[in-house]
């Protein structure tokens, strides 16, 4: 009997639609690397399509097993290269797997780049020229990069408000995918000016003016189509806002939170079990996490308290959550420098062990980190589609 090998097989064999479904359960490496084996499965990665068939294969298979991404992005402070790592089965162990090149065209190595937590496997960064911190957004590189391809664009140049908080230093910004029009936007509040980046238009726009107080956490948290910020709000209260965004829209809208006494700079927002959340780590012996149940209703805050003293052998201090998976597990970055996993139902803590990140030379291992899911999307492409 012949053997497989020995016969004439290719993949036109194949139904077209068996193929996709083979090909959108591969990594971004591997299908790149299909591209040359023959037509016609460059065909099918060449698709228009193909890309967000595959970012929703990859959400959907890796949320089923407990995680909203199998992967994460790590990088060391300060940031000279980001690394996309992937989690072991037994989740108490994370090995770097794949090392990104450093970004060439940081300006200021002191200051390092400014990350958002990614989008559909996009990632948007700034990075500052040296001595020019308090000069704003003005002496600014913005960029916009697909890790997994290592494709990026740099941002156009625009000219800032001439009296707002940039003069001071920050200014609030926030990246996001309008399912309405299909496109990725970055979002600057300048206080009180607001502008939008359009990557399919490449160009920036002034909406109007948005009235706050002062927000507290400079980078966006997204959930259910809009950007989230937290505002201090009224300054005589500890009652702090969350001002949220619709990119579709383009409308904001402000919401309260529940009455948290704590510093408002501890407050970090994230998504958790389907709900807009409030991560609260300013207690000595625990951390709050308030859901809002009913998005928008602010009579549907709960709380959820977990001790963080039963874990020795490393002291927790402001930690910063990085996943929550299905089985009430969250992933914690602590003091900047370890990670560990916290079961909510059983209270325990776990050590995950991070290898491969290194810090430069003469630097501690301080390292920051993000969920991520790699994509295939291309950014020329889409920056070419409105011109």
Not at 2 to 27: A, G, H, Q, R, V
Not at 45 to 56: A, G, K, S
Not at 153 to 168: D, G, R
Not at 309 to 314: A, D, I, Q, R, S
Request: proline share 5%; charged share 20%.
């Amino acid at each position: 009997m012949s053997s497989i090998l020995s016969t004439n097989w290719s993949f036109d064999s194949l139904p077209k639609e068996i193929t996709t479904i083979i090909l959108t359960n591969l990594s971004v490496k591997s299908i790149l690397r299909c591209r040359s084996v023959c037509k016609t499965l460059l065909g099918i990665i060449d698709n228009p399509h193909f890309p967000q068939l595959h970012l929703h294969t990859s959400t959907t298979k890796a949320a089923k097993y407990g995680n909203p991404s199998s992967s994460y992005i790590f990088h060391t402070r300060p940031i000279t290269e980001i690394c996309i790592v992937t989690e072991e089965e037994d989740e108490n162990k994370i090995l770097c797997t794949n090392i990104i090149s450093k970004f060439e065209l940081l300006l200021g190595k002191p200051l390092g780049p400014i990350l958002h937590a990614p989008v559909s496997g996009l990632l948007f960064y700034y990075a500052k020229e040296n001595g020019k911190y308090l000069m704003g957004v003005d002496t600014c590189s913005m960029y916009i990069c697909n890790p997994a391809t290592r494709e990026f664009v740099e941002l156009p140049k625009f000219n800032p408000p001439q009296c707002s908080s940039h003069c001071f230093g920050d200014f609030a910004h926030g990246f996001g995918y309008d399912a309405i029009s299909k496109d990725f936007k970055v979002v600057l509040i300048f206080q009180p000016q607001v502008q939008i980046y359009t990557l399919g238009s490449n160009s920036w726009r002034t909406i109007g003016e948005v009235k706050i107080t002062a927000i507290i956490d400079f980078t966006s948290v997204n959930f259910d189509g809009s950007l989230h910020w937290v505002d201090r709000g009224h300054l005589s209260t500890f009652k702090k806002n969350i001002l949220s965004f619709n990119l579709s829209s383009e409308e904001f809208r402000v919401f309260g939170t529940p009455t948290l006494i704590c510093r408002p700079e501890s407050l970090q927002l994230m998504a958790m079990g389907g709900c807009l959340s409030i991560f609260d780590p300013f207690f000595d012996n625990h951390i709050e996490v308030w859901m809002m149940k009913e998005y928008g209703v602010e009579e549907s805050w709960t709380k959820i308290c977990f001790s963080t003293v039963c874990f020795t052998g490393l002291q927790i201090f402001m930690p910063k959550a990085i996943s929550v998976g299905k089985n009430s597990v969250i992933k914690l970055l602590v003091n900047s420098s370890a990670l560990v996993s916290y079961n909510i139902e059983t209270g325990s803590f776990t050590s995950v062990e991070v290898d491969g990140i290194e810090p430069p030379e003469g630097f501690p291992k301080f390292f920051g980190a993000f969920l991520f899911v790699e994509s295939l999307i291309t950014l020329k492409s889409t920056c070419q589609r409105e011109e």
